[in-house]
């Protein structure tokens, strides 16, 4: 009897630096690849509509890659331990392998999974593959979770030189016979409604795009990232976020990468890239040590803050659909919404004139950012919206509040990206553009632009509820950590 091994895709949607993948071929005559589509098991945290989308794509091209190396990949719907018990009966599996994941729903999920597939006489090997570090290998001195990055990342830089990778195989060993599962079409991830001429214009999503969107950025903008990171206006990130997201790219690999052009990952210029992806780490480590952080501060103190509590929903859909008035979130936001990204600069910034402008709370802004983004990833946006919030781990302190035209006029200057993005606003002079509502009557009808009409007048004043925001903070700043 073929010994058949089951690898278990789920958001390592790649051949290449797979270790569950290899783990399979150290021991398989035949090779399962499955992929099981059942979101519910990440409640509360289902996938939103853009990470659906982008999903549709990765697992088109990861089925053409498997094919191409003589295997096959199985799709099926349905609660994850029947499926993997079903399937194994079926073909005789006696083996199963998958890369880990750390957000809660999933790690109770993969644990209910391993006990009752071993209890039932199945090897189960999980392997790490989603992050350069287990979260549970660096720890401080004490032993305790990192809550400083600096200091993460200093540890974590004394290791960097063990992040070895593995090659992706040049064939397969065959699927086993007698297992159907369904057309990718059948999970209808893609939307029936086409909203998503905006994603399909700009993204390639699957393993071969992500590698040459990491070579084209390596040899064409790392050089210059310092400089370029923080401008919206310029092309100067990688736009990597969903590939990693979506583990079509290791971190690992991404790693090599670079040091297979600058060789010390810690020189210039090089360096704060690569203290991005450590950034990456230290979310993950976060959400692993404190899995309440998706919906509850870290700092509980922020559990008493007074939000908001008049016309909240007008101001939340007022900043959802980028019709706040002020330029630079609007142009922010009416990105996210046609291409399912928005730069990090930008997502700073309206996450600051969120919750500390508009003074709702920060989990409505994550919600948001979770059914919208290609990238959402819990882990990073659990992170990005504490940070912002002032409420996490190492965060921004909650009175240093971003102002967003002083920030378009330092990281736009010339306002080409609220253009791009507000094109109403595109005949204001450069010196109105981030705060249309000082510009004099004659400059306003020179650029055939009436506020309330063609854009929005501010739906808050920036001074007034920049005060507000403090008072707020006050009112919890003595309370005890
Ligand atoms: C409010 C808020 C919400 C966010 N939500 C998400 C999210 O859901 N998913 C997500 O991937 N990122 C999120 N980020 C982090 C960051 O904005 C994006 O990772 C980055 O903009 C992606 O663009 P890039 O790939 O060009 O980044 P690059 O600058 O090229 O960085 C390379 C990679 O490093 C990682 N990275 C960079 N910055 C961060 C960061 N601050 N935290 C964690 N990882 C980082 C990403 O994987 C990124 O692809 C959020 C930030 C904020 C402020």
Redesign the pocket.
């Known amino acids: 009897m073929p010994n058949t091994a089951i690898l278990w895709f789920r958001r390592d949607l790649r051949l290449d630096d797979n270790p569950a993948l290899h783990g399979c071929l150290s021991d398989c005559d035949h090779l399962l690849p499955l992929y099981i589509h059942e979101p519910e098991e990440e409640a509360p945290w289902v996938p939103g509509a853009a990470s659906r989308w982008w999903l549709h794509g990765s697992l088109a091209q990861l089925a053409h890659d498997l094919r191409s190396r003589g295997s096959q990949l199985l799709v099926t719907r349905g609660d994850s331990l029947d499926t993997l018990t079903r399937i194994a009966s079926a073909t005789g599996a006696r083996t199963l392998h998958w890369n880990r994941l750390y957000d809660p729903a999933t790690r109770e999920r993969d644990t209910r999974v391993k006990q009752a597939l071993r209890a039932a006489g199945i090897k189960v090997v999980s392997h790490p593959g989603s992050v350069l570090f287990e979260p549970w290998e660096i720890a401080s001195g004490s032993g305790e979770p990192y809550r400083v990055f600096s200091a993460f990342w200093r540890r974590c830089g004394t290791r960097l030189g063990e992040c070895t990778t593995l090659d992706a195989p040049v064939s397969l060993p065959p699927a086993p016979p007698l297992v159907s599962g369904l057309a990718l079409d059948e999970l209808m991830l893609r939307p029936r409604i086409p909203w998503d001429s905006g994603l399909q214009a700009t993204w390639t999503p699957g393993e071969a795009a992500a590698h040459a969107r990491a070579r084209t950025?390596l040899h064409t903008h790392a050089a210059d990232?310092r400089q370029q990171?923080d401008r919206p206006d310029r092309t100067?990130?990688?736009?990597?976020?969903?590939?990693?997201?979506f583990g079509e790219l290791s971190?690992r690999r991404?790693l090599r990468m670079v040091t297979e052009i600058w060789e010390d990952p810690s020189a210039e210029p090089i360096e704060p890239?690569v203290r991005?992806?450590g950034?990456?780490?230290?979310?993950h480590h976060l959400l692993y040590h404190y899995p309440h952080t998706t919906d509850a501060p870290l700092d509980p103190r922020f559990a008493a803050l007074p939000w908001r509590e008049t016309d909240a929903e007008r101001l939340l859909e007022a900043w959802q659909r980028g019709a706040t008035g002020i330029p630079l979130v609007d142009a922010g936001m009416r990105e996210l919404w046609e291409l399912g990204?928005?730069?990090?600069r930008t997502?700073?910034v309206?996450?600051s004139f969120l919750t500390k402008n508009l003074r709702l709370p920060?989990q409505l802004?994550?919600r948001w950012?979770?059914d919208t983004?290609v990238?959402?990833?819990?882990?990073?946006?659990?992170?990005?919206?504490q940070?912002?919030a002032g409420c996490g781990a190492d965060a921004a302190p909650y009175f240093r509040i971003f102002n967003p035209v002083l920030q378009g006029e330092r990281f736009d200057p010339r306002g080409d990206y609220v253009r791009r993005w507000c094109p109403e606003l595109g005949r204001l002079p450069v010196k109105f553009i981030h705060r249309p509502w000082m510009a004099p009557p004659a400059v306003l009808d020179h650029a055939g632009l009436r506020l309330g009409r063609e854009y929005p007048a501010p739906i808050v004043d920036l001074q007034d509820s920049r005060a507000a925001a403090l008072a707020a903070y006050e009112t919890i700043k003595g309370r005890a950590r």
């Open positions: 950025f990232y990171r100067g990130t990688s736009a990597l976020s969903p590939a990693l997201h971190p991404l890239f991005e992806l950034w990456r780490e230290f979310a990204w928005m730069h990090n997502r700073m309206v996450a920060w802004g994550a950012f979770w983004l990238d959402a990833d819990l882990a990073a946006n659990t992170l990005g919206w940070w912002s």
